[in-house]
T-cell receptor, first 116, second 111 residues
């Protein structure tokens, strides 16, 4: 299960505060992803980055921001503009296998964010 | 964009019986179809995957089938055991690598 880590495991935030979730990988993967998981709704894509210094919005980007200054790191900031931020947040990274193209996504252990 | 539907949302099976989960996708450009298993409070982990140039793939008690024409793929678990109890997600991906996940299936294996 090593290779991609997230911190903290649990995070509590007061309404109106921004908070940043950490995601680090040592798998030398170019692509990284942030998902939000709510009960019964599967995994919804927030932001993704295919390469350093570049990232794109996913399906539910409003109220979130990201940066990709280093290949190993893809932090997610949950801003006060996010209306319902309480959720389980999963980070993933993905490599490329030559002619086979993109490979499986490896997930971090997740961060459970609760807004008080 | 891609849309993936997954059924059923919950599945209860007797230990030793088989379980089948079905997914459909909308984008004919999708060419990679992984299945993930997520135990309670843990990260999703890949259990099997299939690419669009293959119709079926098997790994011990689990198998996946793909029908490109009908745009659907299925996960089959045989001889289910209590440790198979988890949430299972299907996904579809094109060559860019972005996944669209199904909503998940809660599988409960009863002794």
């Amino acid at each position: 299960d090593g290779g991609i880590t997230q911190s903290p495991k649990y995070l509590f935030r007061k309404e109106g505060q921004n908070v940043t979730l950490s995601c680090e990988q040592n798998l030398n993967h170019d692509a990284m992803y942030w998902y939000r998981q709510d009960p019964g709704q599967g995994l919804r894509l927030i932001y993704y980055s295919q390469i350093v210094n570049d990232f794109q919005k996913g399906d539910i980007a409003e109220g979130y921001s990201v940066s990709r200054e280093k290949k190993e790191s893809f932090p997610l900031t949950v801003t006060s503009a996010q209306k319902n931020p309480t959720a389980f947040y999963l980070c993933a990274s993905q490599g490329t296998s030559g002619s086979r193209g993109k490979d499986e996504q490896f997930f971090g252990p997740g961060t459970r964010l609760t807004v008080l | 964009g891609e849309n993936v539907e997954q059924h059923p949302s919950t599945l209860s099976v007797q230990e030793g019986d088989s379980a089948v989960i079905k997914c459909t996708y909308s984008d004919s450009a999708s060419n990679y179809f992984p299945w993930y298993k997520q135990e309670l409070g843990k990260r999703p982990q890949l259990i099997i995957d299939i690419r669009s140039n293959v119709g079926e793939k098997k790994d011990q008690r689990i198998a996946v089938t793909l029908n490109k024409t009908a745009k659907h793929f299925s996960l089959h678990i045989t001889e289910t055991q209590p440790e198979d109890s988890a949430v299972y997600f299907c996904a579809a991906s094109d060559s860019w690598g972005k996944f669209q996940f199904g909503a998940g299936t809660q599988v409960v294996v009863t002794p």
